[in-house]
């Protein structure tokens, strides 16, 4: 399991409040910590389970570190991606639209714009886990931009990119029967780096920002012509 960055109990008693009740916390008086209702078994065996349900589990066994219990309502993939993630435990659920879950960070920043952890939930399993990711260089956070333009994946985009600069890359689809895409390397600007992929005709250019120890992202997205 990655080590994630902890800012105390604070933190983790915020990010606990995220999830569903145990049934183990449950009393004989039908209340869990708190003096919250806790549903009986029968109810919970009846109850539809939710995307929603379906995610806080999954966040609330990775807050335990308890990837068996994870492994049992995620894909494998799934698992790896979330139990790498290096920065602490983001402390806000954003709720899920349709099958798609995701939990943010409202007290740290973290590059991309996806500011967090999103998971796509199918039926009563999470199949795909994106999270923010921390790049070491700048043209690694270019790259994986490209890579993820070629893919058609505005998720895995926004791992290591802005909102405006994956929705201006993605304005485009990337077509694979057309012009060739070639890096050029990175060099520095005033703000950061432009990283360049040329193509006949003009080049594609990624202005990324941050710093090796907070992480590197593509911050906005340009064209040029020759």
């Given amino acids: 399991m990655s080590t994630r960055w902890l ?5 983790a ?23 919250h209702a806790v549903p009986s078994a ?4 009846t109850a ?46 954003a709720g899920c639209a349709g099958n798609r879950c995701r939990f943010t960070h409202t007290s740290v920043r973290v590059p991309g714009g996806l500011n967090g952890i999103l998971m796509i939930v199918s039926g009563t399993k999470v199949t795909r886990v994106y999270e923010s990711r921390h790049l070491t260089r700048p043209s690694t956070a270019a790259a994986y931009l490209f890579s993820a333009w070629q893919k058609g994946d ?6 290591v990119a802005s909102t405006t600069a994956v929705s201006s ?16 390397g990175c060099t520095a600007e005033p703000k950061g780096f432009t990283c360049a992929y040329s193509y006949e005709g003009g080049a594609l250019l990624t202005h990324v920002t941050g710093s090796r120890s907070s992480g590197y992202e593509v911050r906005s997205i340009s064209f040029i012509a020759d």
């Fill in 13 to 35: 008693l915020a990010a606990a409040a995220l999830l569903l009740p145990s049934p183990a916390s449950a009393t004989a008086s039908g209340t869990g910590p708190g003096g």
């Fill in 154 to 159: 505005r998720d895995r985009g926004l791992e």
């Fill in 48 to 93: 539809p389970v939710t995307p929603a349900t379906v995610a806080k589990r999954l966040f609330g066994a990775w807050l335990r570190g308890d990837r068996a219990a994870a492994a049992r309502i995620a894909a494998p993939s799934a698992v790896n991606t979330l139990f790498s993630y290096v920065y602490r435990a983001p402390d806000g659920f």
């Fill in 169 to 184: 890359l993605f304005r485009t689809k990337y077509d694979r029967a057309g012009v060739t895409y070639y890096p050029q």
């Fill in 7 to 11: 800012t105390g109990g604070a933190a």
């Fill in 42 to 45: 029968a109810a919970a065996r």
